[in-house]
């Protein structure tokens, strides 16, 4: 199995910059995409950021010019800064990989998600 531990939610206030860290650990042969979601109350989880192992970047076009997905494969880890943050920023990001994991006849597939962490803009 693979766990995705992520730090670095808070509250902060409109204007502000928090960044998120999503470490992973288990088994990982190898780690393709990395990627930040969130889901606010009452509404569906969304794409915020992800990055391929490449370091080719996605990003949701309501964070474009704020948000900065980045990674450390060394460490295995997926980075979110946001900067110029907004009330409706506020939700639970949580953190995404995929990739290939050791087993003990060999390898498989991954995705895992981790806990989540509580971003809060205030106004």
């Known amino acids: 199995q693979v766990q995705l531990v992520e730090s670095g939610g808070g509250l902060v206030q409109s204007g502000g910059s928090l960044r998120l860290s999503c470490g992973a650990s288990g088994n990982i042969y190898s780690i393709n995409g990395m990627g930040w979601y969130r889901q606010a109350p009452g509404k569906q989880r969304e794409l915020v950021a992800t990055?391929?192992?490449?370091?080719?970047?996605i990003y949701a076009d309501s964070v474009k010019g704020r948000f900065t997905i980045s990674r450390d494969n060394t460490k295995n880890t997926v980075y979110l800064q946001m900067n110029s943050l907004k009330p409706e920023d506020t939700a639970v990001y949580y953190c995404n990989a995929a990739g290939s994991l050791h087993t003990t006849t060999g390898w498989d597939v991954f995705g895992s998600w981790g806990q989540g962490t509580q971003v809060t803009v205030s106004s």
């Open positions: 990055i391929a192992s490449g370091g080719s970047t």
